[in-house]
């Protein structure tokens, strides 16, 4: 049986010949690019069963490199792995944008790079057998097989819907936790209607977005009910992926939206600033409507309730009920500065802001931050409220001292090329 070819591109010689040892090891035929120009090339030539693609590479990176596969009718179908050292969520946004078929940092251990590689082969073989077979083999209306299975400890939800989007059958994506079963429904590659405890649309389709477990599958072939959802895939999913980031903050206050929110009393003297969006939820806080009550009552979108909630919360006016006496989890988050802009305008900071930025390194905790910066507890959350909505903070959920270690012991620096092992280093950028 003839071996699958895989191209691996990019620019840095020391990566393509590491590549290739573990992809020849692994039982794989190598064909090498340098740039995304001489990619499209050895695609011709070879007509790989995939390419591993580096993203920053003089001539032309990878984006564009992938852009061009994707809408070529006589490469559209060979897969494409994205495989670099950016990690940023824009980056990966972009990558889905483009066409990838699977997006991966060279942080990862070579186990998962090959698990990952073996599950896209698969499904682009499994996607060509049902081109070329007949349809109508199976009428009886029973439900397929899972085609694609997880857990979203493993992959999170926007990830296991990129794969699900990517394997271009129409069918339902079903997350399952403690008894209950959200569906999400696919038809030709495009997301048509999703639904969870009542709740339809757009609006279940986020609600999932932000469960951090359960498992997952998809099954080809069931048809949607009904149509609700008529965002395309890659709008569902950039905005999916934003929410669950920003969750990353909210939750570190907000355990989910069926907490009850009540008014306390000012920490300080200090006066307070609120804008019209704070003042409409906040005159609907009573002590006994949880946020989804809320929700209802302004008619507003959930996520944004939820988001001006985080900030009163912070800022001291709001307090709920299973944090009332103690409020920890804010202070134990670590702020990060966000490294992709999406605007080229220029920008000003307050002094407070600045007090921030001056002791935000990536490591040091928010009450760290605090400290140092001598910012009191009410302007601190509307300093870091205004550098989170201009994109350029972004606060993460407190992390374990011990690092995760890579592979034979070696560390995983996150953002950066990492060793696959000591003797062998991908060179960074």
């Not at 200090?270 to 409409?280: C, K, V």
């Not at 995760?404 to 092992?421: Q, W």
Request: aromatic fraction near 6%; proline fraction near 5%.
């Amino acid at each position: 049986m003839a071996k699958d070819l895989v191209l691996v591109v990019d620019d840095e010689l020391d990566n393509r010949v590491m590549m290739r040892y573990f992809l020849e090891s692994w039982g794989y035929e190598v064909v090498l690019a340098a740039n995304g120009e001489e990619a499209l090339l050895r695609v011709e030539e070879h007509h790989p069963s995939l390419v591993l693609l580096d993203l920053e590479m003089p001539i032309m990176d990878g984006f564009e490199t992938c852009h061009r596969l994707k809408q070529d009718p006589k490469t559209e179908d060979i897969p494409v792995m994205m495989f670099t050292g950016l990690e940023a969520t824009a980056n990966k946004v972009e990558g889905i944008r483009r066409g990838a078929d699977d997006y991966v940092v060279k942080t990862v251990d070579p186990e998962e790079i090959q698990a990952r590689i073996e599950m896209i082969l698969r499904r682009s073989k499994r996607a060509q057998l049902k081109a070329a077979t007949p349809a109508g083999n199976d009428s009886n209306g029973a439900t397929s097989p899972p085609v694609i299975t997880g857990t979203l400890e493993e992959k999170h939800f926007p990830e296991a819907m990129q794969l699900v989007l990517a394997y271009g059958q129409s069918g339902v994506f079903q997350l399952e936790k403690d008894g209950e079963l959200a569906s999400v429904y696919i038809e030709d590659g495009d997301v048509v209607h999703a639904q969870w405890m009542g709740i339809q649309g757009i609006d279940a389709f986020y609600e999932m977005a932000l469960w951090r477990d359960g498992q997952f599958s998809y099954h080809v072939g069931e048809n949607a009910p009904e149509k609700t959802i008529d965002l395309s895939g890659t709008s569902l999913l950039m905005e999916a992926t934003r929410r669950l980031d920003e969750w990353n903050m909210i939750s570190t206050e907000i355990p989910d939206f069926d907490v009850v929110p009540h008014r306390v009393a000012l920490p300080s003297s200090e006066p307070i600033t609120l804008t019209a969006e704070d003042w409409q939820v906040l005159r609907k806080v009573n002590g006994r409507r949880s946020i989804r009550r809320i929700v209802d009552e302004v008619e507003q979108d959930l996520f944004e309730v939820g988001r001006t909630i985080f900030g009163l919360l912070t800022n001291g006016v709001l307090s709920l009920e299973e944090t009332h006496q103690k409020k920890t989890g804010f202070y134990e988050a670590v702020p990060h500065l966000v490294q992709e802009l999406t605007t080229k305008e220029p920008f000003e900071f307050t002094v407070n802001e600045w007090a921030l930025i001056s002791y935000i390194d990536g490591d040091r905790d928010l009450g760290s931050v605090a400290t140092l910066s001598g910012v009191p507890p009410h302007a601190l959350a509307s300093a870091l409220k205004s550098l989170s909505n201009r994109g350029l903070v972004k606060l993460l959920a407190a992390k374990k001292t011990s690092k995760r270690p890579g592979p034979r012991g070696v560390p995983s620096e996150a953002g950066s090329d990492s060793p696959f092992h000591p003797e062998l280093r991908f060179r960074a950028k």
